[in-house]
Structures are given as C-alpha cells and as structure tokens.
C-alpha cells in the first residue's frame, strides 16, 4: 500500500488560486487611490480567500475516508500552515508598504492559523451534517458570508474581517475576535477528538 | 456659568482648586474657548504636583477622543496660582474633569459639567451696560486671539490698548470675527477637503519595478513547486518559498527606513496683523506613534470616527508641546495662532489648488498664495499672504 501524500492533487489548483488572487488583491490594494482602503483591502481579501481554502481543504480531507482523530487534526493544521507559508511574501511585503510593526504581523499570522484551522473543521465536519452537495454548498459559503460579513453590520466582534484589521493596526479591538476563534478552535479540536474515537 | 470646588488632600494638605471654561462661563461647540483653572495653597506647606485635565468629546457611536492637558504645578506656603488654557470643546464633552497628583497619590480629583452653546456669541469691549451679549473688560482682555474664537462678532465701545487691537485683528483675518477694525479674513475652515488630500499622500511609492516581477516570477515558480509536493517531492516548493521569503523580507527590512510621516503646512498672514500668523498642519502616519508638536495646538476633527484622535498638552519649561498619537492612515488637521511676526520665505505665487480652494474660505481674489520650499517630513507647504 502506497504512502498517503502529504498534498494531495485535488489541493493544488485552491492552493496556487488562493497565492495568485492574494497576489492580485495585494496589487490592487497598493494602486488604490485612498491608501486607507488600500490598507485593508489586502487583509479583507487574505481572510475570505483563506476561509475559502480552508473550507476546501477541510472537505477533501474529509473525502480520503477515516483516519485516526489527532492525524487529520495534525493534517488540518498542517495544511493551514502551509497556506500561510505561501503567501507569507506577499504579506511581508504589505506590511512594507503599510508599515505595520512586526508584533503585528506575527499575532495577525497566528490568527489566520486559528482562523484557517476553525474554517477546515466546518468543512471536514459538513459532509457528516449536509448530504446534499447543492445545500452543502450554499452552507458552507453562505455560513462564511455570514459569519464574517454579519457581525460587521451590527458591530459585534467574532468577523475575521474586522479582527485581522485590528490585529494588524494594532488595536486592542481584534482581542475579543481573536479569543472567539481561539475558543472556537479548541472546542472544534475536542469535538473532532471525541467523535473520532467514538466511531473509531 | 463659575464652577468651584474645593477638597481637603492627603496628609492635611488643603488644595482648592476653581475651574472656569467660557466667556460667562458659556463655552461654545467646535471652537478654542478660554479656561480658568485657579489653584491655591492655604496651608503652610509648600504644595508640588501634577494638575491632569481631562475632557472627552465624541460618544461611543460616533467614536471618543481625549483631549488632556498635564500641567506641572508648584504652589509656596499660601500660593495661587491661575491658568487660563485655550480648550478645545467638542460635540458630547459635557464634563471636563479636574485630577491633582503629588507625590503619585492622586489628592484631588472632580468633574466639572458644561453647558455648551452651540453658536458663537456676540460680544462687547468696554463699560457694562444694557447689553445682551457678553461683555469683557478691557482689563481681561485675552493675549491669544485663539480665545476670542467663541465670539462671532465683537462690539469695541471703549478704550483698547494696541495690543489689544491687534488681537481683535488677528482674531478677525484668521478666526472668522467681525468687528469695526477691518474686514474678515479667513471666514472659515472647512478641514475635510484637506483631510482627503491628505489621505492621499502615501510617504514613498511601493518600487514597482522589484515588486511586479518578483511577484510574478513567485506565482510561476509555484506552479512546479506544488505539482512536485503533489507527489511527495517537496525540495522545489521549499527552495522557491524559502528564496522569495528571504526577498520580501529584504524589501521589507529595506522600506524600514522609507519616511512614514507626511504633512502639509499652511501659513496665513495679514498685511493688518504684524504680530500673528495662522498656521495649519496637516499630518498623515503609516506608522502607529506619536508626535510633538512645539506650542499648542487645536484640531478640527472629523465629522465621525473620532476614536483614537487623542491629544495630550503638556507644559514644560520650553512651555506648550502638543503630544499628537497617530494611527496609521488616520488624517490630523491642526491649527494654531502664533504669536510671532510672519516671515514670508520666498517660494513662488501658484494658483490655489482645488482642496485648498474648498478648504479655506477667504478672499482669494485679493490673496496671494506662494508654494514654499519643503522642509523635512513636509509633502507640501503654502504661505498665504491676506490683504
């Protein structure tokens, strides 16, 4: 039996996808005439566009069949990392341009770490929850949407959209986001640990 | 309207404290408005500390800036001593608060409420009498013609020294005042024009030709990079990551030293004011931090977003500095009277360019604007000459 790969070939088109539009989005967000969008047109676009990814990559990974709870947890996070990794360039060369502290790009990274990990899980735990392909669709996106678009509208903290911007400016406003996804993410991590074994 | 408080400190030490804000004490929206603080030492021990007044504008809607000014303060055996700070007032500050340290011990603190007038008044020069208005006696006549600001007109029916007179003039060509001296020079300041001018200045260009290739050159080189990882080969993808990393973070580090602050200056003269001048100061910062500006410094804000516009006045033995923290892409407008004589240096007369135009309403027909040579930090910088 031959070694499970590490990436597997259905990955490859999201990811190298997900690099090119943070490429596109970063260029546009240095030629935008109000610099102040500008700032945080790059950081909207790396946090929906990761979502996305994450969703992906949590749903194929759902779809290589069972595997013992702590390896898809290790590969979950793996693969998040590996997103980050990638386009870490571009994300040092916006904190260039809009000279963000360096403090301010670590805690943003880690963010889009825990961010990315809750995003997987959604996805690796849809199929179970979703059979349909089409609702399965609409949820997954639609609940991406909303979870980050919603809390905008009635300003309540827990949008990635709005953390990230803090973290990255440096306001202590992305703390409460931060922690929502920090709580989010552990819970999602002894859920997938609980029911693995109990099917296991 | 007088306020008066009066608290025994730490130690036995009896502190009285007044605080006073307005002519009358009407203070008025939007504008510098004149504040008495009054201290006094009744006891026979000399008092040392730290007087911190505090006032927030805004609200949690429309976002709140502080505004505090830290005054050290020495009084002798039986000492008083009176302040008379030009004090900014601002949409939702209904309370200024008052707090005195010595030692690090807080040993007095209040709040002192406002009722605020929401246009400027009328006012009157000379003798009481039937007069509706406010009316300011000669002997109380402010040095600062950023303290007239709360009166939008001024009757003069008694005698006024010549410096007296040359506020009121300063007051009328920078500050929109009307009186029988002469005519109205700066009418008024829109500063949301200049805002967006400002926000678009962005201190150093991204270096294009670094950039475009490099991040195409990257999105290639990926390509073969994963399709190798995809079978279990990951060298490639690691050797291309791991080079342009090492890139952009050279191209980071290098921007490090790139200029992060912009400003843009305005300097307003009077041919009828010899001793004053306006000035105007635009700051735009890529960097979260903080400035000081020598002397003291009003700020127009915005319409909203007035979360983080904090300043700090602190006086030291050069006198005033305005401690300005800026955020990163966040517009400041600043204004302030100086009380010296303008100096025009050189620089050649320019038309007015449309922001500025919308900025400042005066009489550009009979004015004439100069573009001045930058100094540092300094994107843009205008001398404007009124008749």
């Not at chain 1, 943003?108 to 399965?136: I, K, T």
């Amino acid at each position: 039996m031959s070694r499970e790969p590490l990436f597997h070939e259905a990955l490859l088109t999201p990811y190298h996808a997900f690099v090119i539009l943070n490429a596109g989005a970063l260029v546009v967000s240095l030629l935008w005439p109000d610099p102040r969008f500008g700032r945080s047109l790059f950081l909207d676009a790396l946090i929906l566009l990761q979502g996305i990814l994450s969703l992906q990559v949590g749903e194929a990974e759902c779809g290589f069949g069972p595997r013992p709870p702590e390896k898809t947890l290790l590969r979950l996070t793996g693969l998040g990392a590996m997103a980050l990794v990638l386009v870490s360039p571009l994300v040092l060369v916006h904190r260039a341009e809009t000279a963000a502290t360096w403090p301010a790009v670590v805690l943003s990274m880690g963010f889009l770490l825990v961010h990315g990990f809750v995003w997987s899980l959604v996805g690796h735990g849809m199929p179970r929850v979703v059979r349909s392909e089409g609702l399965r669709f609409l949820a997954k996106y639609g609940g991406l949407a909303l979870a980050e678009f919603l809390p905008l509208g009635f300003g309540l903290p827990g949008s990635g959209l709005a953390t990230l911007r803090a973290i990255w400016e440096g306001h202590s406003a992305g703390w409460s986001g931060a922690v929502l996804y920090l709580g989010l993410g552990g819970l999602g991590a002894l859920w997938l640990l609980r029911s693995g074994r109990k099917t296991s | 309207m007088i306020l008066l408080a009066f608290l025994l400190g730490v130690s036995g030490a009896a502190l009285e404290v007044g605080l006073e804000v307005g002519w009358a004490g009407r203070p008025v929206l939007s504008v510098v408005n004149p504040l008495w603080l009054t201290l006094s030492n009744p006891s026979p021990q000399p008092f040392s500390g730290e007087v911190h007044i505090r006032g927030t504008a805004g609200s949690p809607w429309r976002g709140e800036a502080v505004r505090t000014a830290v005054i050290p303060v020495f009084l002798g055996a039986w000492g008083r001593t009176v302040w008379v700070l030009p004090w900014s007032i601002y949409q939702g500050m209904t309370t200024i608060q008052v707090r005195v340290f010595s030692r690090g011990t807080e040993v007095f603190a209040r709040e002192f409420s406002l009722q605020v007038e929401a246009l400027r008044l009328p006012g009157k020069i000379g003798p009481p009498g039937f007069w509706s208005g406010i009316v300011i006696s000669p002997a109380d006549f402010p040095q600062d013609p950023l303290l007239l600001w709360p009166f939008a007109e001024l009757e003069i029916s008694g005698p006024l020294a010549p410096e007296g007179k040359e506020v009121i003039r300063a007051w009328q060509a920078f500050l929109g005042g009307r009186s029988a001296l002469g005519p109205t020079g700066v009418a008024s300041i829109q500063a949301e024009p200049f805002r967006q001018r400002l926000s678009l200045l962005r201190p150093v260009p991204p270096i294009w030709s670094i950039l475009i290739p490099g991040i195409i050159l990257y999105l290639v080189a990926l390509g073969p990079g994963l399709g190798r990882m995809v079978r279990g080969r990951s060298g490639l993808l690691c050797a291309v990551v791991l080079a342009f990393l090492g890139l952009s973070l050279f191209y980071s580090l290098s921007r490090e030293s790139a200029e992060q602050l912009s400003s843009i200056a305005i300097r307003i003269s009077s041919k009828s004011v010899q001793r004053f001048y306006l000035e105007i100061c635009g700051l735009i910062s890529w960097r979260l931090g903080e400035i000081a500006l020598p002397g003291w410094w009003h700020e127009l804000l915005p319409h909203r977003g007035w979360r983080g516009l904090d300043l700090r006045w602190e006086y030291g033995p050069d006198g005033w500095t305005t401690v300005v923290p800026l955020q990163p892409g966040i517009p400041r407008v600043l204004l302030r009277v100086v009380p010296e004589e303008a100096r025009v240096m050189g620089g050649e007369p320019v038309p007015p360019p449309p922001w500025l135009w919308e900025t400042l309403d005066l009489p550009w027909g009979e004015a004439l604007l100069r573009r001045l040579p930058t100094g540092p930090r300094e994107a843009e910088a205008f001398w404007i000459e009124l008749p």
